[in-house]
């Protein structure tokens, strides 16, 4: 796939490089890793909208669509999908840049995760207004 397969327009809430650490037995990038870069971005996003703390309170949905690889840059681009009156969903799409030539972009996963605002007591609050 070409670069400009990435979504247009759009800057990506998380970039980073996949390091042999981060491998599982097989050699490919552990699945618990991937999710973990997800949880952060849909935060990232989540905390932005909602002015303050969030908590991860729900995954929703989780597909891994192909395998993220050692050296592999990791694109995290996230939204929030809806509001509530405390909680907030976030989608995230993830895709790996390839160092080949031609380098290729693959989308390797898209989520839905749930987060929840809260305050300085670790209670619900409710999200402001935009």
């Known amino acids: 796939m070409p670069a400009d397969f990435l979504p247009k327009g759009r800057t990506p809430t998380t970039r980073l490089l996949a390091m042999p650490r981060d491998t599982n037995a097989a050699g490919d990038i552990f699945g618990g890793w991937l999710m973990a870069q997800?949880?952060?971005a849909g935060a990232i996003c989540a905390h932005e909208r909602a002015r303050?703390?969030?908590?991860?309170?729900?995954?929703?949905?989780?597909?891994?669509?192909?395998?993220?690889?050692?050296?592999?840059?990791?694109?995290?681009y996230a939204s929030?999908?809806?509001?509530?009156?405390?909680s907030l969903t976030v989608e995230v799409e993830v895709y790996a840049e390839r160092e080949r030539d031609p380098l290729q972009v693959v989308k390797v996963t898209e989520a839905v995760l749930s987060y929840v605002a809260v305050d300085e007591s670790r209670n619900k609050r409710s999200v402001p207004a935009e």
């Open 38 to 40: 997800v949880d952060m």
């Open 52 to 76: 303050g703390r969030v908590v991860t309170v729900a995954v929703n949905s989780f597909h891994f669509r192909a395998p993220v690889f050692v050296g592999d840059i990791v694109s995290c």
């Open 80 to 86: 929030v999908t809806h509001v509530g009156n405390t």
